[in-house]
């Protein structure tokens, strides 16, 4: 009996000791997330742009954001930038709610100094999305920002994210839609009624045409917009003579036609939706995105 007793105390006192080694070796987790009553998500939408937010308690927020003649992304903005460059890992786990218990990895990525660390393109937003859709919790993982001894974990909460969801549907489905990742974009501007170039936008057109014959290998889309005045199809055809314009002084500068792909919006897709002198010369423009071949 003494024996068993003796025993029980050695190793008692042997886990104490593994324990406080193994947080001393490897430290501890710390671990942000919403509670299951604070969790929530929110829609805002913007002239041109939509998001989802969803904020962590104590250490920031993160975003679902699409703009308009752009792609879905993903963000995580803290309270307190990191002081250095790391690498994190992202994986989804099952809520303790929700069985059985699994997890999986959904990548690696690397964090940036800066108060939004963390961007991801659409194709790694999407899976975050989609595990969030399906009821799934993922995870942002790393080494603390401190002296790297704890793990850090940053934890979306699912809770009410289907509520949100036909909300944000709704406002992407108003935005504009590239069936291509731009890799630039620049704007060059007209004036009232007008197809002509002016001296500023040949200066910006040189300039892209350089981009072209130092890189080779991409497209070159243009989208010819007008304001809202006038018919909208009149606004149609002139917003394709700007394209048209744009397009032949690009050519005459080395680019060759094949290179170049034509998209006409007329008036419906202003870059300021106000009315007013201000807003209409915003709206009368090109749109020169630069896209990978694919």
């Not at 604070?38 to 989802?52: D, T, Y």
Request: charged share 25%; glycine share 6%; net charge positive.
């Amino acid at each position: 009996m003494k024996n068993d007793k003796h025993l029980r105390v050695v190793l008692a006192a042997a886990c104490c000791v593994v324990q406080l080694f193994s947080v001393e070796a490897f430290g501890q987790v710390q671990k942000f997330q919403s509670s299951w009553e604070q969790s929530s998500w929110k829609m805002e939408a913007g002239p041109r742009s939509c998001a989802l937010t969803h904020d962590i308690p104590r250490f920031g927020q993160v975003r679902f954001e699409q703009h308009s003649g752009k792609r879905l992304n993903f963000s995580l903005h803290v309270n307190l930038p990191p002081v250095r460059d790391q690498d994190a890992r992202v994986y989804a786990e099952a809520p303790p709610w929700k069985f059985p218990s699994e997890s999986y990895p959904l990548g690696d990525f690397r964090l940036q100094h800066g108060k939004t660390p963390l961007r991801l393109p659409r194709d790694q937003a999407l899976r975050i999305y989609y595990e969030l859709e399906q009821g799934m919790q993922p995870v942002i993982t790393f080494s603390d920002w401190g002296d790297s001894r704890d793990e850090v974990q940053v934890a979306l909460m699912p809770v009410r994210f289907r509520e949100v969801l036909p909300e944000f549907l709704a406002c992407t489905a108003g935005l504009l839609y590239l069936d291509f990742e731009p890799i630039a974009e620049q704007t060059v501007y007209f004036v009232t009624n007008s197809d002509r170039l002016s001296r500023t936008t040949r200066r910006a057109l040189e300039d892209v045409a350089r981009k072209y014959r130092k890189k080779g290998d991409i497209r070159i889309v243009l989208g010819g917009h007008a304001d809202e005045r006038g018919a909208s199809e009149y606004n149609m055809r002139l917003s394709n003579r700007r394209a048209k314009m744009v397009s032949r002084y690009l050519h005459s500068r080395g680019v060759p036609e094949t290179a170049i792909e034509l998209r006409s919006f007329g008036e419906t897709e202003p870059q300021n939706p106000e009315s007013g002198q201000d807003a209409w010369a915003r709206n009368r423009r090109v749109t020169i995105w630069l896209a990978e071949r694919g």
